[in-house]
């Protein structure tokens, strides 16, 4: 589910923009994705309480 939070940001991110200097995916949205990964990871981890 992270993987593919990622990769929604990068393509949400890259879609819908004009790209008249050639630029693709930046830097700026790489990092972007990868916390929006970790928080979703983060969120739906499994805990170890919840079997006890």
Known sequence: MAVLT???VIYFGTT???QPDGEGVTS???VLA???ALLVWYLTRPRGDATK
């Open 6 to 8: 990622g990769l929604a």
């Open 34 to 36: 990868v916390l929006a």
């Open 16 to 18: 819908g923009r004009d």
């Open 28 to 30: 700026g949205l790489i």
